[in-house]
Nanobody, 126 residues
Framework: QVQLVESGGGLVQAGGSLRLSCVVS????????MGWFRQGPEKEREFVAA????????WYADSVKGRFTISRDNDKNTVYLQMNSLKAEDTAVYYC???????????????????WGQGTQVTVSS
């Protein structure tokens, strides 16, 4: 069974930075495309960023492009989300997700991912 455990969330002032981490159990981490999603208060879960198996390709939601960076370390079974210039509207529970399919279709959709973490709260005060 694949397990994903996020960490690194917390309370930060607007303009500040946080780095989220997600450790994935098992020996097949490098076979997954990894993504980050978030769900704000009374909002649907939305795509934030994704990284392919090797870490060589990344994709971002327009709302975070230029401020967030996704990366992965396949030796540590870990995917990261570096979040800079945080805004109040970034406040949400952030979820890590793993995707078995290598295809582009569904990369930015909740239905496109097979495994999910429990989430970590990020609160940005204005």
């Amino acid at each position: 069974q694949v397990q994903l455990v996020e960490s690194g969330g917390g309370l930060v002032q607007a303009g500040g930075s946080l780095r989220l981490s997600c450790v994935v159990s098992g020996r097949t981490f490098s076979s997954y495309t990894m993504g980050w999603f978030r769900q704000g208060p009374e909002k649907e879960r939305e795509f934030v960023a994704a990284v392919n198996r090797s870490g060589g390709s990344t994709w971002y939601a327009d709302s975070v492009k230029g401020r967030f960076t996704i990366s992965r370390d396949n030796d540590k079974n870990t995917v990261y989300l570096q979040m800079n210039s945080l805004k109040a509207e970034d406040t949400a529970v952030y979820y890590c997700a793993a995707r078995k399919s290598p295809l582009f279709r569904g990369l930015d959709a909740v239905y496109g991912y097979d495994y999910w973490g429990q989430g970590t709260q990020v609160t940005v005060s204005s």
